[in-house]
């Protein structure tokens, strides 16, 4: 028998610990609440929890005191903040601590009730699932890399046919490092949790299954430059992790949500030595995937 998640909702304000605990159970998780960290800390000694939301200013225990504690265990919940502090400075001390997303007051019960699910989502399974249909075996690594190569071979392809249309496009290109390790932790963990997605039955979806086999999971940073239909810039550029790429398209996370029809991309290869890709994408999608937006391009060619 599957369980629902366990929340504790902590903050001071009964209100919002009302309107919080309202909507996550019409999301289906199973919550509880305390007025304060020290309260929070006594029920989390007596029972798990999956998650934690917590608010930062309150009485007995300030929430920051009580992320530390949560983050220092050794099987930790998933952390969230709900506060009103608006100091950017704490808010990537906590991001950097392990805090998965930090949320301004106020905000949409129904909103933050969905980037809830989505954290517990993503995070691993604090104890071992039921038994289901027989598991999928992973991938020696040595078939992932030749898969990835395989791929970049259709890109080193594109960029050697169209890549010169785009030498205007990416005239101030710099080298990127790689992603940052916490960037890294988050698309792995997607990952698991796309190939360990159920269906009704208990097991993998057909069509989700044949899709990803199709991709490759990615750690890189690459240069996005919105572009028209011509491929000519029109906007200012930015940096956004790839999160997999697969022969047609790839998936890509970035901070922000984009509302440009038309990116084009340059990435080193990690297959292929020396190779820079110079690749343009139909943007198919932009979805929140809290703290990020998952944006999905298809690759297209030129006129």
């Excluded at 610990?17 to 006594?42: F, H, P, Q, S, V």
């Excluded at 572009?227 to 901070?255: Q, Y």
Aim: aromatic share 6%.
């Amino acid at each position: 028998m599957v369980t629902a998640p366990r929340v504790l909702v902590v903050d001071d304000e009964p209100q919002v610990r009302e309107l919080t605990l309202r909507a996550l159970a019409a999301a289906g998780l199973a919550c509880d609440d305390a007025e304060n960290g020290a309260i929070a800390l006594e029920k989390l000694r007596a029972n798990p929890f999956d998650a934690v939301l917590t608010d930062l200013r309150m009485p007995e225990r300030h929430g920051h005191a009580l992320c530390n504690d949560l983050l220092a265990q050794p099987t930790p919940p998933q952390v969230m903040v709900l506060t009103a502090l608006t100091d950017a400075r704490l808010v990537r001390d906590l991001m950097g601590r392990g805090v998965y997303d930090v949320l301004q007051k106020p905000v949409r019960y129904d909103v933050l009730a969905q980037k809830v699910v989505a954290m517990l989502k993503c995070a691993r399974p604090r104890t071992a699932p039921a038994p289901a249909a027989k598991p999928v075996a992973a991938k020696p690594a040595a078939m992932k890399t030749n898969f990835l190569k395989k791929v970049e071979t259709t890109l080193q392809e594109l960029t050697e046919l169209f890549g010169e249309r785009l030498d205007d496009v990416f005239d101030d290109y710099v080298e990127l490092p790689d992603p940052p390790k916490a960037v890294r932790e988050f698309i792995r963990r997607l990952a698991e949790a796309e190939a360990s997605m159920p269906d009704q039955n208990g097991g993998l979806i057909p069509t989700h299954e044949a899709r990803r086999k199709e991709r490759a999971t990615c750690f890189t940073t690459a240069v996005a430059v919105p572009v028209d239909r011509h491929w000519n810039r029109v906007c200012e550029p930015f940096k956004l992790a790839i999160r997999d790429v697969s022969e047609s398209g790839l998936r890509m996370l970035h901070t922000r949500a984009t509302n440009a029809k038309f990116v084009a991309l340059t990435w080193r290869a990690t297959q292929l030595p020396s190779m820079q890709f110079r690749v343009v994408c139909k943007v198919m999608r932009c979805q929140p995937c809290s703290p990020f937006y998952d944006i999905g391009g298809m690759f297209v060619m030129a006129d």
